[in-house]
C-alpha cells in the first residue's frame, strides 16, 4: 500500500511529494538517498558546495537504483553497504523534475583512507548533532528528511 507521509515545498521553493511504499508518481527514479544509522550515529559527509548532508547521487547508465546507492556511498564515504532496502521515494518538481529513492542498509566495512569523489568522506553524527548542525545542506532541513529519520529510526530498532 502507498502512503504518502508529506508533501511539502523545499526551501528552494520546489513542490515535494514524498511516500513510503510503492512508487506512485509514474516517473522512474534515477535519482538515490542513503540514509543509514551505525551503532547510533547518522552517516553523513559533507559536499564541497552544499554542506553536511547523507550520501546520494545519480545512477549512471545500465545501473541498478541499489548498485547506483552502494557505489555513490562508497564514492561519497568510503563506506561499504550491504543488505538494502528501499523504502521511499519522493519525487522533486522543479525547473528539472526528478525522482529520488532512498535506501538503507547496514555497514559493511569502513576505509581508513578512501579515495573520494566531491566530497570529505563520512562522518557519523548522533541524532543531537545532526539536528543542531548549522552546516547542514538544504536538502536535509526540510519536513521530508525528518520522516525519513523516522522511518530509519524506526527500522534499525
Same mark, same amino acid.
Given at each position: 500500500?502507498? /502512503?504518502?507521509?508529506?508533501?511539502?515545498?523545499?526551501?528552494? &521553493?520546489? /513542490?515535494? %511529494? !514524498?511516500?513510503?511504499? %510503492?512508487?506512485?508518481? &509514474?516517473?522512474?527514479?534515477?535519482? #538515490?538517498?542513503? @540514509? !543509514?544509522?551505525?551503532? &547510533?550515529?547518522?552517516?553523513?559527509?559533507?559536499?564541497? #558546495?552544499?554542506?553536511?548532508?547523507?550520501?546520494? &547521487?545519480?545512477?549512471?547508465?545500465?545501473?541498478? !537504483? +541499489?548498485?547506483?546507492?552502494?557505489?555513490?556511498?562508497?564514492?561519497? +564515504?568510503? #563506506?561499504?553497504?550491504?543488505?538494502? @532496502?528501499?523504502?521511499?521515494?519522493?519525487? #522533486?518538481?522543479?525547473?528539472? +523534475?526528478?525522482? *529520488?529513492?532512498?535506501? +538503507?542498509? *547496514?555497514?559493511?566495512?569502513?576505509? %581508513?583512507?578512501?579515495?573520494?569523489?566531491?566530497?570529505?568522506?563520512?562522518?557519523?553524527?548522533?541524532?543531537?548533532?545532526?539536528?543542531?548542525?548549522? %552546516?547542514?545542506?538544504?536538502?536535509?532541513?526540510?519536513?521530508?528528511?525528518?520522516?525519513?529519520?523516522?522511518? @530509519?529510526?524506526?527500522?534499525?530498532?
Amino acid at each position: 500500500m502507498t /502512503h504518502i507521509a508529506t508533501i511539502f515545498k523545499d526551501l528552494q &521553493g520546489a /513542490h515535494v %511529494e !514524498l511516500t513510503f511504499g %510503492e512508487n506512485r508518481f &509514474g516517473m522512474e527514479a534515477r535519482h #538515490v538517498l542513503v @540514509v !543509514l544509522k551505525h551503532e &547510533g550515529k547518522w552517516l553523513v559527509t559533507r559536499h564541497s #558546495v552544499r554542506g553536511i548532508e547523507f550520501p546520494g &547521487g545519480k545512477a549512471e547508465e545500465g545501473e541498478t !537504483l +541499489t548498485e547506483a546507492a552502494i557505489r555513490e556511498t562508497i564514492e561519497e +564515504t568510503g #563506506v561499504t553497504i550491504t543488505d538494502l @532496502v528501499k523504502f521511499a521515494e519522493y519525487v #522533486v518538481m522543479s525547473n528539472v +523534475t526528478f525522482c *529520488k529513492a532512498v535506501f +538503507t542498509g *547496514k555497514v559493511f566495512s569502513i576505509e %581508513e583512507n578512501p579515495q573520494l569523489f566531491e566530497t570529505e568522506g563520512a562522518f557519523w553524527m548522533t541524532d543531537e548533532q545532526l539536528s543542531n548542525c548549522d %552546516e547542514l545542506s538544504f536538502h536535509m532541513k526540510d519536513a521530508g528528511m525528518v520522516e525519513i529519520r523516522k522511518w @530509519v529510526d524506526s527500522y534499525v530498532s
